[in-house]
């Protein structure tokens, strides 16, 4: 229920109709106050703002009149939004994206919760991280965020797939001076063949198989042939779920995760750091499974 009091969280991005934040983090606040006494409910709702590039300095600025409390970041606005802020945290800055914003008292203080997210389920696993190599697929955005995280880990070799050398090798120059001691190797898709044997964990960043084009995957059937058995197959893509990638390795015997839990985790813990108490992980993936089916 709205009231006089209610506060306001939200989203920033353009567009960002597509987005399914809206529905978990609502989800998860409704759910909070179902099992809240009366004196104990939280008075939240989470919007979705659509802003254009050339608004977002007159938005935040008017975020800040109206009192919002915190925001998610969205694309075109991850980068664009540093500036505007008056503190970045390490790992956001080791990413060089802020997707979650919170308030403190010297103001908008900026942090990239897609490195929990992608955490989260590597870390149900019991393994040594520092023998295994990841082999990371894309250089975009997610990629920054997996990369960041497999060098929180600890893997001993990180290798990125692209297709510009231009750009791989300004995406490896920008680890250089990053406060997170990263240290990869970059290739182009022709040398996965020679790569492919030795992945630890082979994670699928770019949007290839993404829904609709359910039927594209980023690597020819005949490249998990190279796979080894005890392999994680990690797709970023939550729609459809699972997608032909990881499909295509759970036939192989891989282990398969996709990345419905990643969008979870990750605004679990941007709704943790604004309401500053635990949040009902469950009801938040309950919330994108059911709209998951709806879509596919
Ligand atoms: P992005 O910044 O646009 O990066 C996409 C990357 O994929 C780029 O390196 C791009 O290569 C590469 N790519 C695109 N099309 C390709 C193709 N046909 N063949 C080979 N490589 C291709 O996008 P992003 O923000 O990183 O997002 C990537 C994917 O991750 C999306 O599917 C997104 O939904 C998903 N994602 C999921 C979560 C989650 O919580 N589960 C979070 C973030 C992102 P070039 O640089 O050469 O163009």
Redesign the pocket.
Known sequence: MITGKTKLLGVIGYPVEHSLSPLMHNAAIQGINNQQAQQNLIDYVYLPFPIKPEDLNTAIAGFSAIGVQGFNIT?PHKQAIIPLLSEVSGIAEAVGAVNTVYKANKGWVGTNT?VT?FLAPLQTYNCDWNQKVAVIL??????RAVVAGCAQLGFAEIHVI???ME?LAGFQQSWLNSPLPVTLEVHKWDELSSLISQADLLVN????G?YPKIQDS?LDENMFDKLSSGAIVYD???VPNPTKFLHQAQVRGAIAID?LE??VQ?GAAALELWLQQSVPVDIMRDSLKKVNKKIQ
């Open positions: 694309i897609d997210g894309g250089n975009g955005g997610a990629s692209g297709r510009s750009k960043t770019t949007p290839v993404m980023p970023l893509i939550y990345g990643m969008l990750q």
